[in-house]
T-cell receptor, first 112, second 115 residues
Framework: DQQVKQNSPSLSVQEGRISILNCDYT??????FLWYKKYPAEGPTFLIS?????DKNEDGRFTVFLNKSAKHLSLHIVPSQPGDSAVYFC???????????FGTGTRLTIIP | EPEVTQTPSHQVTQMGQEVILRCVPI?????FYWYRQILGQKVEFLVS????????KSEIFDDQFSVERPDGSNFTLKIRSTKLEDSAMYFC?????????????FGPGTRLTVL
């Protein structure tokens, strides 16, 4: 059941440059989307979310873009910092259900 | 900043034994969740709980699993007779209200190892 997919298991980016993490989904019932960041031995930490009625949401260095027609969202981190090195999970939910459906994660490594 | 806490951080048990994983959600939150992540796999939803009832559960959450809010602060996940395949990280999450603008906040997880 691959309703949320993150096709890149890993990504390396130079410090100061832009990191772009991608996520695709198949379930058109999803109403909202979230990005979580996870360090080893810790729980997922919420980063940013977007409702399906928007196509962009920004919070500091983090911007999430949603393309509903393509069923695609992306997380942009600008500028990338060494502390951003972690696994990033895309998650999706819909108003009718409470559960979040997660992608498999992308390991981001920021190279100093 | 308020946070979700979980105990223990690591639990080792023998196959067939019962385990109880404990969580203290954020104090003004009303909706509670358990998720798990088997090593190398995605985070998977197990169950949601509101107003002392299960509101939704996945097909993973079979009769071996149960949840309880025994008092005003704790939220527990019990596995009655553990199997090897129950070895995973178990995450508790909570949120204040069930609307799209409200976020689920996760605890640090309990690593369950079944031998």
């Amino acid at each position: 059941d691959q309703q949320v997919k993150q096709n890149s298991p890993s990504l390396s980016v130079q410090e100061g440059r832009i990191s772009i993490l991608n996520c695709d989904y198949t379930n058109s019932m999803f109403d909202y989307f979230l990005w979580y960041k996870k360090y080893p031995a810790e729980g997922p930490t919420f980063l940013i979310s977007i409702s399906s009625i928007k196509d962009k949401n920004e919070d500091g260095r983090f911007t999430v873009f949603l393309n509903k027609s393509a069923k695609h969202l992306s997380l942009h981190i600008v500028p990338s910092q060494p502390g951003d090195s972690a696994v990033y999970f895309c998650a999706a939910g819909d108003f009718g259900n409470e559960k979040l459906t997660f992608g498999t994660g992308t390991r981001l490594t920021i190279i100093p | 900043e308020p946070e979700v806490t979980q105990t223990p951080s690591h639990q080792v048990t023998q196959m067939g034994q019962e385990v109880i994983l404990r969580c203290v959600p954020i104090s003004n939150h009303l909706y509670f969740y358990w998720y798990r992540q088997i090593l190398g796999q995605k985070v998977e939803f197990l169950v949601s709980f509101y107003n002392n009832e299960i509101s939704e559960k996945s097909e993973i959450f079979d009769d071996q699993f149960s949840v309880e809010r025994p008092d005003g602060s704790n939220f527990t996940l019990k596995i009655r007779s553990t199997k090897l395949e129950d070895s995973a990280m178990y995450f508790c999450a909570s949120r204040r209200v069930a609307v799209s603008t409200d976020t689920q906040y996760f605890g640090p997880g309990t690593r369950l190892t079944v031998l």
